[in-house]
């Protein structure tokens, strides 16, 4: 159980494009996602948290007009990195908390991840 | 905001021997504290957690220990194998909701 995908697992793509990146909790419900982003050699860190039927909470520095994110059902949320360039060129990895809150409900179960590589 | 730091970055040791990460944070109202295993290019697997209302937990050769008036924890891996080489991630949870990493540590067992 706790099962959580990510469509596609890599994407190449040109400078200024738009790529989108889906998150599905494949077993349970997730009330709130997390999409993080992980360059190599460091940790992941928080972009935002996507919060079902509401807007998502960007975390400091982060562009939400650049980053879209969508969360329009309780298995689904959607990444957009819109005019992507060079520098976006990353790991994303999205966790899902299940909405019955299993483990004290602070458990985040992750995606395998999407590399993303802008040219 | 919650700031984690973890030591070392790097940690070599004997196939055998015990392997220690130590991380310290900063939001004392933090009760969630998970750690996790990460193999190149693979999602970060959740190996061991623990939450404030208890000091130490222990699973098979995996354990966590957590102080909370000094506000650290630490991960103990006993008997290391090789397959245990990987980076390993702190995290500390903010008011229950989203977590804050660690910056890793890589794990050499050499056999």
């Known amino acids: 159980?706790?099962?959580?995908?990510?469509?596609?697992?890599?994407?190449?793509?040109?400078?200024?494009?738009?790529?989108?990146?889906?998150?599905?909790?494949?077993?349970?419900?997730?009330?709130?996602?997390?999409?993080?982003?992980?360059?190599?050699k460091q940790s992941l860190m928080l972009m935002a948290t996507s919060n079902e039927g509401s807007k998502a909470t960007y975390e400091q520095g982060v562009e939400k007009d650049k980053f879209l994110i969508n969360h329009a059902s309780l298995t689904l949320s959607t990444l957009t990195v819109t005019s992507a360039h060079p520098e976006d060129s990353s790991f994303y990895i999205c966790s899902a908390r299940d909405v019955d809150g299993g483990a004290g409900g602070n458990e985040q179960f992750f995606g395998p991840g999407t590399r993303l590589t802008v040219l | 905001g919650e700031n984690v730091e973890q030591h070392p970055s790097t940690l070599s040791v004997q196939e055998g021997d015990s392997a220690v990460i130590k991380c310290t944070y900063s939001d004392s109202a933090s009760n969630y504290f998970p750690w996790y295993k990460q193999e190149l290019g693979k999602r970060p697997q959740l190996i061991i957690d623990i939450r404030s209302n208890v000091g130490e937990k222990k699973d098979q050769r995996i354990a966590v220990t957590l102080n909370k008036t000094a506000k650290h924890f630490s991960l103990h891996i006993t008997e290391t194998q090789p397959e245990d080489s990987a980076v390993y991630f702190c995290a500390a949870d903010i008011s229950g909701n989203k977590l804050v990493f660690g910056a890793g540590t890589i794990l050499r067992v050499k056999s």
């Open chain 1, 1 to 40: 159980g706790a099962v959580v995908s990510q469509h596609p697992s890599w994407v190449i793509c040109k400078s200024g494009t738009s790529v989108k990146i889906e998150c599905r909790s494949l077993d349970f419900q997730a009330t709130t996602m997390f999409w993080y982003r992980q360059f190599p």
